[in-house]
């Protein structure tokens, strides 16, 4: 009979046999097909008829032995629901196109869902599937929560959730090509349990609000995060000055957010982000933590080798001012990078700062500087470096210019820092600096010298590369490469050798030391001087010629010295003195005028002497 018959009465409808599910999917939309599980359900259909009218509807099913198309082992076996129809005048005109129903005894698997309050849907002009209810446990939407989560390789996010519930929610479904199309909800309280490989996290009153295109997230309350890695698992407080929102391009997989100011542990940040449903992202985070102390309090020591922490914690020792950014550019799952994949780099500024980089050599001291982070490489370039500020000239202490502390491999359990840069100074104001360094003593000249050196001129070294393990090498001794110039300087050996207007380029290492030709003055008059080394020995040759034009001797006198040192040994300095006195006369009466002594062959042609 029609609807509007004068009939009272009741059915029921049972399926007492199992259907299967996929022969009914060929009458539904594709995206239905690709997405729902195979398995059987059974169903029962209780109605009751008043005047005509539909007075009651009640649908129980049961789907069981689901399999699904994509994580199986993720999603429920089973599945029942019990759906109460809501006599409202529903049928009457085109309203039949609006179905109102009440959700009861939801099953997963074979537990029961508790609802804390009524959950009623609605399916209107049959596209669009409506749900809303004053407060839902978060039992309810659990498997779906995983489902999501698990695209992003989190597993088992839901079992850190804690005693979750949702409050004035409410949406809606296209049952067309199954996506949700709109959300609202809150969170009166969330409290989430760090975990080995993500955080954990406490909430108060969050917003959440969905529409087509976008999703805002407020929180006027501020966020509690743990990081087990990060200030020893000690919460973060995070503060956002305004909602975060995203937008999403369905058409293009797309979703980007809107830049966002927010604090983490009162350091100021801005977030602009980009991605798809690929995984590929486009970040950059700027942040201004101003103190280096701030920054070493929330780095992840935990990540990191035992030597690099100490490292870090040593070596930084202060600095401030400080601002910068992180970029990542890449698919997340490629990070970290490590066949080119992508990109990630950490850039900042930093100023007054103090660097510790070895124990044995004095601190970088109050430099402004640019930092680089790559995995997995610190770089940091300074235009000037202060070496040494107690070895101050006209209270200019010492400096290198372009300077660039490099320290690579920091995955690795041994760890060196490398220092480039060029030095423009007085003469001792450089050997008073080598002084503090261990350089002089591994090579065996810090006793000659303190004890037989002096300088005085202005010098450049130009430090190629000063390589210096800090931690593990098997106690390797440090490298260095680089080479002086010298500019007209005054230099004396011994108290008693003396080598002026001292020009020339010097090319050195750890262990040599060798140059072209240097031009000097010695005695007043022109010298040059070479260096080399031989047989573990730095060898210093210095070739002149004097002029002498005396009562008793006048003529030229080509002269040599050889100086010997020995490196990293205990022999003795040697220097070797050889002076041609073929081309001088001698005005002395006899027998030791020149025509006596040549005579008699007693004329000295060499003057030698060690």
């Known amino acids: 009979p029609g609807w509007n018959n004068a009939l009272d009465g009741r059915a029921s409808v049972n399926v007492l046999t199992p259907i299967l ?141 804690q ?75 995070l503060k956002l000055a305004e909602a975060v929102h995203l937008n999403f391009d369905h058409t293009q997989s797309l979703w980007q957010l809107d830049t966002l100011q927010f604090q983490l542990a009162q350091i100021p940040m801005s977030l602009d982000a980009q991605g798809n449903e690929l995984g590929d992202l486009n970040m950059e985070l700027q942040f201004a933590p101003e103190r280096l ?27 401030d001012g400080i601002k910068g950014r992180v970029k990542f550019q890449g698919n997340w799952r490629d990070f970290p990078f490590e066949n080119g994949q992508g990109l990630f780099e950490v850039n900042a500024e930093i100023h007054n700062t103090t660097l510790k980089f070895q124990p044995d050599w004095p601190a970088l001291t109050g430099f402004s500087a640019k930092l680089n982070f790559t995995p997995y490489q610190l770089v940091i370039d300074a235009e000037n470096l202060i ?20 320290v690579a491999d920091l995955e690795k359990p041994n760890i060196a820092v490398q220092v480039q840069g060029q030095v ?19 090579i065996g000249l810090q006793a000659f010298v303190k004890d037989q050196v002096q300088a005085t001129g202005a010098i450049q070294v130009d430090l190629d590369s000063i390589w210096i393990p800090v931690y593990g090498y098997a106690q390797q001794p440090e490298k260095v490469s680089g080479r002086v110039v010298l500019n007209q300087v ?58 002498i034009n005396e009562t008793f001797v006048a003529g030229v006198s080509p002269w040599q010295t050889q100086l010997s040192i020995p490196l990293k040994s205990a022999q003795a300095l040697t220097i070797h003195n050889q002076v041609d006195l073929s081309r001088l006369v001698f005005n002395l009466p006899a027998p030791l005028s020149e025509a006596a002594m040549t005579e008699n062959q007693v004329r000295p042609k060499t003057l030698i002497s060690d």
């Open 163 to 237: 005693q979750l519930k949702l409050v004035d929610v409410s949406g809606a479904i296209d049952v067309v090509d199954l996506k949700l199309s709109a959300l609202k909800l809150k969170l009166p309280k969330l409290t989430m349990d760090a975990k080995l490989n993500r955080p954990g996290l406490t909430v108060t009153d969050l917003e959440i609000e969905k529409t087509q295109g976008n999703l805002w997230i407020r929180s006027p309350q501020p966020i509690q995060i743990r990081v087990n890695a990060i200030n020893k698992g000690q919460a973060l407080t």
């Open 387 to 406: 070496l040494d500020d107690s070895l101050s000239l006209n209270r200019v202490p010492l400096m290198a210019q372009g300077g660039r502390v490099r």
């Open 21 to 161: 599910l996929k022969p009914l999917y060929r009458l539904m939309p594709e995206e239905w097909q690709q997405t729902l599980p195979e398995g059987a359900f059974l169903g029962d259909v209780d109605l009751e008829m008043k005047r005509g009218d539909l007075a009651k509807l009640t649908i129980r099913t049961h789907a069981q032995n689901l399999v699904w198309p994509v994580n199986d082992d993720l999603l429920p076996k089973s599945f029942g629901i019990d759906l109460n129809w809501l006599a409202t005048n529903q049928l009457k005109g085109k309203a039949s196109e609006n179905w109102q129903f009440q959700i009861e005894n939801l099953r997963f698997d074979k537990a029961y869902v508790e609802n804390i309050s009524p959950i009623y849907i609605r399916l209107d002009q049959n596209q669009r599937l409506s749900f809303r209810a004053k407060e839902i446990d978060f039992d309810v939407i659990r498997p779906i929560a995983d489902l999501i989560i698990r695209a992003f390789k989190y597993e088992r996010f839901s079992d850190s959730i």
């Open 424 to 442: 423009h100074a007085a003469a001792k104001q450089v050997i008073d600096y080598l002084q503090k360094t261990p350089l002089l003593e591994r």
């Open 490 to 547: 005054d230099m004396t050996f011994f108290d008693v050798l003396s080598l002026t207007k001292l020009n020339g380029d010097i090319e050195f290492t750890e262990s040599s030391v060798e140059s072209k030709p240097l031009s000097a003055s010695v005695f007043e008059s022109p010298a040059t001087i070479e260096l080399s080394t031989q047989q573990n020995q730095i060898q210093i040759t210095a070739n002149g010629q004097l002029s």
């Open 293 to 319: 102390a701030t920054v070493k309090r929330y780095l992840p020591y935990p990540l990191m080798s035992s030597t690099l922490q100490a490292w870090l914690k040593e070596s930084l020792v202060a600095g």
